[in-house]
Structure formats: structure tokens, C-alpha cells
């Protein structure tokens, strides 16, 4: 009998190109659907700025003491900004995962190629964090505008912390997502993990105006660490309690880690079992 041979499998290439190769092709898919886009990263800052930095605030800046000198728009704006990156970064890491893994089947394409399971997923992290500064310069863009932060220049240092933000969601969700073949599990995340944070996180009130025994449930949160450490960056009190603020970066960068490592594993089980 003729021994049937096999052919020899394909190299895999280097990581860096073959993830470019990956970032480009979600570029491509965003430009035939920006304008989509448009709204949730200017209109909504700008409605969510007037009604609840303008509208609401001037009730609270008239009520005086709470906030002491600080007006109520600039206690918000760096919570919102690090609030709607978390969002972006949350969506991305789901659908669009999902639909290259189960729906259009576009990441087994490219593991059929020399690109490696590795780089499919760290290619859409990156992609991510491209989508998450665009979102996070939309947002400073629109505070500046509004006359909501001290310093302008704040804004400089304030987007890479709400884009790490963001990333410490979207990781460890990505790697989530690479097990799930249907999306029920997302509208469960969204409504019982997502919006509370986005409401009892500090983005628009003080923690320690939660019950006592919330407020340790809100200090775990990431986002609470990341809306913390951008309105400190945005009011420049980052100098008064400086070992809080290297706190806040190791728990977002430690996440980021963690969930990136968790994403490579997942992605490439995933691409493996078909």
C-alpha cells in the first residue's frame, strides 16, 4: 500500500507583521462603519457633559459643600472620560470577537495563513487600544471645549489612563468571549456588571457616599481605579497621595496582563478546536 503523506505544515510567521496584518484588516472593517461611531464618541460626551455637568451641576454647585470649591462638571468630566472608554473597550471585546470566531468565521481564515493564534488575538488587543485612544482624544477634546478641566495639558497623561481602563476590561472580556459560541452571556454582563460599575464607581459621586459597606465592592472595581486616577491626573491632586496613584496603575496593569495572557490561550483553543 502507498503510504499517504501528509503535507508539511505551513511556517508560521513572525509576530509583529502577522499582527499588523490582523490590526489592518479591523481598520478596514471600521472604515466602512465609522460614521456609526460618530455619535457614541462626540454626541454622547457632549449630552452627557450638558445634562448631567451643566444641567444637574449647576443644582449641585448651588447646594455648596459638597464638592468644597470643586464645580460638579469638573468632578465628572474625568469620570466620564474614563466611563466611556470602559464601554468601548467592553464592546469591542465582544461582538466583533465573537462575529471573527463563530459568526463570519474571519479569524479561522487567518489561522489557516502563517499568522499564529497568538497574534489574531494580541492583533485585535491592539486594535482595541487604537479604538479606545480615538474614543479617549474625542472625550479630552470635548472636556477641553466644555472648560471642564484646570489644566488642558492634563488631558495629555489623562487619555492613556482611561485608554488603560478601558484595556483591563477588554482583555480579560476578550478572553471571555473566545469560549462562548452565542451572545446571551453579553447582555448579562452588560446590565449587571457594566452599568453598575458605571453608576457606583465614582463617576458621578463620591465613593464614600456609598453605604459603608458598599464602598469596599467599588474600591475592587476597575473602574473605579481608573476614575479615580484620571480625575487626579484632570484636577492635579495626583501629587497629594502619590503611592494611591502607583496603586491604581498596578491594578489596571496587572489586569491588562492577565487578561491579555488569558486571551492568547483562549483565542488560540478556540482556532484549534474549530
Do not use: C, K
Not at 448631567?52 to 462638571?73: K, N, P
Amino acid at each position: 500500500m502507498t503510504a499517504i503523506t501528509r503535507p508539511a505544515p505551513q511556517p508560521r510567521a513572525t509576530a509583529w507583521p502577522t499582527m499588523a496584518r490582523v490590526v489592518e484588516h479591523r481598520a478596514l472593517q471600521y472604515r466602512r462603519t465609522f460614521r456609526a461611531s460618530i455619535f457614541g464618541s462626540f454626541v454622547t460626551p457632549v449630552l452627557f457633559l450638558t445634562a448631567m455637568g451643566i444641567g444637574l451641576g449647576t443644582y449641585v454647585d448651588r447646594a455648596g459643600g459638597a464638592l468644597g470649591e470643586l464645580g460638579y462638571l469638573q468632578f465628572l468630566a474625568p469620570g466620564l472620560l474614563a466611563a466611556s472608554v470602559m464601554q468601548t473597550g467592553s464592546f469591542e471585546a465582544m461582538f466583533p470577537i465573537l462575529g471573527g470566531l463563530q459568526w463570519n468565521r474571519t479569524f479561522h481564515a487567518m489561522y489557516a495563513t502563517p499568522i499564529r493564534p497568538r497574534d489574531i488575538a494580541l492583533g485585535n488587543l491592539v486594535w482595541i487600544t487604537i479604538r479606545l485612544f480615538m474614543v479617549g482624544i474625542s472625550f479630552a477634546l470635548v472636556i477641553a471645549v466644555f472648560g471642564a478641566v484646570r489644566q488642558p495639558l492634563a488631558l495629555v497623561p489623562a487619555v492613556p489612563v482611561a485608554a488603560l481602563t478601558g484595556l483591563a476590561f477588554a482583555a480579560p472580556l476578550a478572553a471571555f468571549t473566545a469560549t462562548q459560541r452565542r451572545p446571551d452571556a453579553f447582555s448579562m454582563i452588560f446590565r449587571f456588571g457594566l452599568t453598575p460599575l458605571f453608576l457606583f464607581s465614582g463617576t458621578f459621586f463620591p465613593v464614600a457616599s456609598l453605604p459603608e459597606f458598599l464602598q469596599p465592592i467599588a474600591w475592587i472595581s476597575p473602574l473605579w481605579h481608573g476614575v479615580d486616577l484620571s480625575r487626579a491626573i484632570l484636577l492635579g491632586t495626583v501629587g497629594d497621595a502619590p503611592l494611591l496613584a502607583v496603586a491604581h496603575l498596578v491594578v489596571l496593569v496587572t489586569l491588562v496582563t492577565v487578561g491579555t495572557l488569558a486571551a492568547s490561550r483562549t483565542v488560540a483553543a478556540r482556532l484549534e478546536r474549530g
